[in-house]
C-alpha cells in the first residue's frame, strides 16, 4: 500500500476517472450546477492543456485518479492553474495530494520559465483559498488579471503566484 498519491502526466486512459472525480466534486460535494458539456476541455486535455508551457496531471493512489491540477498556457510566460480537484478521502496532511500536485505544477512552472500563475475559483471553495494562501497565492482583483486568462462564469475570487 502507497503511502502518498503519485503524480504523474495525464495520459488518455485516465479521462473517465478525471471527469468523475472532477464532477462529482463540483456537482455532489459543493453543489455548482455545471456539467461535463459545460467543460468541453475535459475532452481534449492533451490539445487544450498539454501544449506550449502548459500540462495536466493526476494524483494516482494504487492506480485510482484521487486528485488533479493543470496549467493553461496564456503566453506571455504566464499559466493559468485549472482544475486543481482532490477526491475529499484524499485531502490534508495524511496524504498531502493537494501540495504533491501543487509543487509539480510549480517546479513544472520555474522548468519552463513561467514567470507567474493566476487562478481563479468560486467563492464557496473557501478550504481552496486558505490553501491557496498558504503556498504563497496572492488575492487579486479581477482586474489585475491577464488578458489571456481564461475567466470562467464561476469564478468571483482570483489569486496569483510570482515565479520571478
Do not use: C
Request: proline share 4%; glycine share 6%.
Amino acid at each position: 500500500m502507497e503511502k502518498f498519491p503519485n503524480v504523474q502526466e495525464y495520459s488518455f486512459d485516465k479521462q473517465a476517472q478525471v471527469l468523475d472525480l472532477i464532477l462529482q466534486i463540483q456537482q455532489k460535494e459543493y453543489n455548482v450546477p455545471i456539467t461535463k458539456h459545460d467543460q468541453p476541455d475535459l475532452f481534449i486535455i492533451e490539445e487544450y492543456y498539454q501544449s506550449g508551457k502548459g500540462n495536466f496531471w493526476v494524483a494516482l493512489y494504487n492506480e485510482v485518479v484521487v486528485g488533479t491540477i493543470s496549467l493553461l498556457d496564456i503566453g506571455n510566460n504566464e499559466a493559468a492553474l485549472r482544475k486543481m480537484f482532490v477526491n475529499k478521502d484524499y485531502r490534508g496532511e495524511k496524504y498531502k495530494t493537494a501540495s504533491l500536485l501543487l509543487d509539480t505544477a510549480i517546479k513544472w512552472a520555474v522548468e519552463h520559465k513561467i514567470k507567474a500563475i493566476y487562478l481563479g475559483t468560486t467563492p464557496q471553495f473557501l478550504a481552496a483559498h486558505r490553501f491557496y494562501e498558504k503556498n504563497g497565492f496572492i488575492s487579486i482583483l479581477l482586474g489585475d488579471l491577464p488578458k489571456g486568462f481564461p475567466v470562467l462564469q464561476v469564478d468571483k475570487k482570483f489569486y496569483k503566484y510570482e515565479l520571478e
